[in-house]
């Protein structure tokens, strides 16, 4: 037995094939699905818009090519996306994220307890601005006024 050298067989993967493969998969062939057609449709003619507009921008000089293809892709970008965003509610139906003070609070009291021990003037003064905070929390909980319901 030879060591390193291994017998190869006119199917091993070696060989060259004798040709490119036939597609055999469902996706590989045209289907008369009208969808499919109208997709197609779409995509030639989004195709060719853009050969256009590569044209137009290969003209320019290269000082403004730069600048020509940022501006179409943000005039795309704009004009797609327009028509994919909701429609606007009133403001007064919009729910604004309020501040909490009383959340923050708490958040600040218990980052500054390690600094107490750590560097206590730092630690001393983000505790005393949390006490002032979560005060202010609880007075805004107490006395906030309801919005007013639309009608």
């Known amino acids: 037995m030879r060591s390193g ?4 067989t006119p199917g091993s993967l070696t060989t060259p094939r004798q040709g490119p493969r036939k597609p055999r998969l469902a996706e590989d062939r045209r289907t008369p699905d009208p969808a499919a057609a109208h997709q197609r449709e779409l995509d030639q003619r989004v ?4 050969r256009q507009l590569a044209d137009v921008v290969n003209t320019a000089g290269l000082e403004s090519r730069q600048d020509l293809r940022e501006y179409a892709i ?3 970008k704009e004009e797609t996306e327009r ?5 606007a509610t009133p403001a007064t139906e919009t729910h604004v994220p309020q501040f909490s003070p009383l959340a ?6 218990l980052v500054s307890l390690p600094l107490v021990l750590l560097f206590p003037p730092l630690g001393l003064g983000l505790f005393g601005m949390a006490v002032v905070m979560g005060i202010w929390g609880l007075i805004d909980t107490f006395f906030h006024r309801a919005p007013a319901k639309p009608r």
């Open 5 to 8: 050298s291994q017998h190869r």
């Open 47 to 50: 195709e060719d818009l853009a």
């Open 74 to 76: 943000g005039l795309l």
């Open 83 to 87: 028509d994919d965003a909701p429609a």
């Open 104 to 109: 923050f609070a708490i958040l600040i009291g």
